[in-house]
Structure formats: C-alpha cells, structure tokens
C-alpha cells in the first residue's frame, strides 16, 4: 500500500509543477511596454527564472498580440501596450480585453498583475469592473490612488478658457513646448481621472466600490536625507490601505527612490513573487 502511494506521488507531482506562474506588467502615463524592458525591471525577472512570454497591445483592428514561445513549465511574464493618454475606463478595457487573452492561454494558471504609477489605478479599475478572473494579486509600485496633485496643475496649464486664454495658451506654449503642451490636452481624460478624490471625481468613485478577494501589495516611494523621493506622487496616495474600500486589507513595501522605475524594483518584485499569493479571501 505504501509503495502505491509513493508511485502515485511520482505520478502526479510533476504535473502540479508543470502549473507556471503570470505576471503581466502594466506601464503608467506617458510610457508604453518598453518601460519595463529600458528601467532595466525585465532583465531583473529574466536572471532570476521569469521568461518573457510576450507582448499585447491595442489597435484599431483590435488586440495586437506578440507571443514568445516558452517551455510550458517556466514561470513566465507579459508586457502590454495600453493608449497611456486615454481615459482611465477606455485602457481599463484593452487591460481586461489582454487579461481575456492571457487567461484563455493559460487557464489554470493564476495571474499577478503589477502596475506602475498610472497603470496601477488602470488595473485596479478593471478589477473592479471585471472581476478577478484568474488575477490573485495586485501589485501597484508608485500609483495614484489618492490623486496627484501634478494632474491638477497639468489639466490648469492647458485650459485656455477665459477671456485672456489665447495669451495663456501663447506663454504657456512657448515654456513646455507645443509638443508636451499638445500631448497634455490630448491627455485631459486620464489627467481628470488621476485628480485627488472628492465628491464628482473618478477617483472618489472608485475607492469607494467593492474590491475583489484577492492580495493587494503597495511598493510606496518615500525619500530620506539624501533622496528626494517620489516628486509625482506622494506617498501616501501610493498606499492601498488608505483607499477606503481596502482599508486594512494591503501589504506596503517602502523604497527610497524616486517615481521612475529602476533595477531595484526589479529586485523587489522577484522578492515578493517568491512567495505564493495568498488565497482568495473569505466574504
């Protein structure tokens, strides 16, 4: 009887191994998936086991996917391309419609989605219109989600209204450039989104919807004696905890860094995808 046992072991243990682990990486504002690649994040995950399984992206004709083929076994991540100047809810549906794809891919597979800056808010809001699906974990490193303050003072840079808006639009033109003061009014959609929360707001909407069961971990920039820290976005909007519907319910990770993403994010997301993600929490 014990050797049966023990035959059977031999059996079925490897192919519980055969399950890998998903991560899909979700850029910010004004970046795209060659964010994690150029930040060094990608070659972080490469050296310590994580293939590169691809590439979604968004397009008129719909979802643009380029797939790498990789041993079945690997633990495996993808990058995605979302329109970073749109709506929050307009990238929220290419990030479900990419999400969709990867789950049919790898439906026994459970999936850890990490956002940046931007990105982390677009993830969140498509788990809540969504659902989880097979995502069991949120990781957000540097994200909005009690607003910036930049937002505001970008949306107030480019209103021209007002009778004296022609020569606002001139100066303020002629100190960003027409290029960034362009990409700035194309963009007034997310910059609404990411203003700080109060009644009317995206963002007062949104925190106050249910989330699903699943774990949430915040990477928070702070800044020290000697590092400046994140001058995008303060600390505190970066944690999950004092959104109001996941009080309690997120882990934090503090790094002395600036907002941009570095090696060093790298390091600490293989730290934190090396232990198992919690299971789905009971209502």
């Given at each position: ?6 035959v059977?072991?031999l059996v ?14 979700v850029?910010?504002?004004?970046s795209n998936?060659d964010?994690?690649r ?19 992206g ?24 979302l329109?970073?100047l749109?709506?929050a ?7 479900q419609?990419?999400?969709?794809r ?15 800056s ?19 974990r ?6 909005p ?8 003072a970008a949306?107030?840079?480019v209103?021209?209204s ?30 609404f ?12 909407w ?5 989330h ?23 600390p ?5 905890n ?10 934090s ?7 941009d ?12 995808l ?6 789905r929490?009971?209502?």
């Amino acid at each position: 009887m014990h050797k049966l046992v023990f035959v059977l072991l031999l059996v079925f243990l490897p192919l519980r191994a055969s399950h890998a682990d998903i991560v899909v990486l979700v850029h910010g504002y004004l970046s795209n998936a060659d964010t994690w690649r150029y930040s060094g994040v990608s070659a972080i995950l490469h050296q310590a086991g994580w293939q590169y399984a691809g590439r979604l992206g968004f397009s008129p004709a719909g979802l643009v996917e380029q797939t790498i083929t990789a041993n079945p076994r690997d633990k495996r991540f993808y990058t995605l391309d979302l329109p970073s100047l749109a709506p929050a809810p307009i990238q929220a549906r290419w990030l479900q419609a990419a999400i969709l794809r990867i789950s049919q891919k790898h439906p026994d597979e459970k999936i850890t989605l990490v956002g940046h800056s931007a990105g982390g808010v677009v993830a969140r809001l498509m788990l809540v219109q969504s659902g989880a699906g097979n995502i069991n974990r949120l990781i957000t490193i540097a994200a909005p989600h009690l607003g910036t303050d930049r937002a505001i003072a970008a949306l107030d840079a480019v209103d021209s209204s007002g009778m004296f808006g022609m020569i606002k639009e001139w100066i303020v033109r002629e100190k960003l450039g027409n290029g960034l003061y362009d990409t700035l009014r194309l963009s007034r959609g997310i910059l609404f989104d990411l203003v700080p929360p109060a009644p009317g707001t995206f963002l007062f909407w949104l925190n106050a919807q249910p989330h699903p069961k699943i774990e949430y971990i915040s990477i928070i920039r702070s800044g020290g004696y000697m590092i400046g820290g994140d001058r995008v976005v303060p600390p505190f909007s970066q944690d999950m905890n004092m959104v109001p519907a996941l009080r309690g319910r997120a882990k934090s990770w503090i790094t002395y860094q600036g907002h941009d993403l570095t090696p060093a994010d790298g390091r600490l997301l293989v730290r934190i995808l090396q232990n198992p993600p919690l299971s789905r929490q009971k209502n």
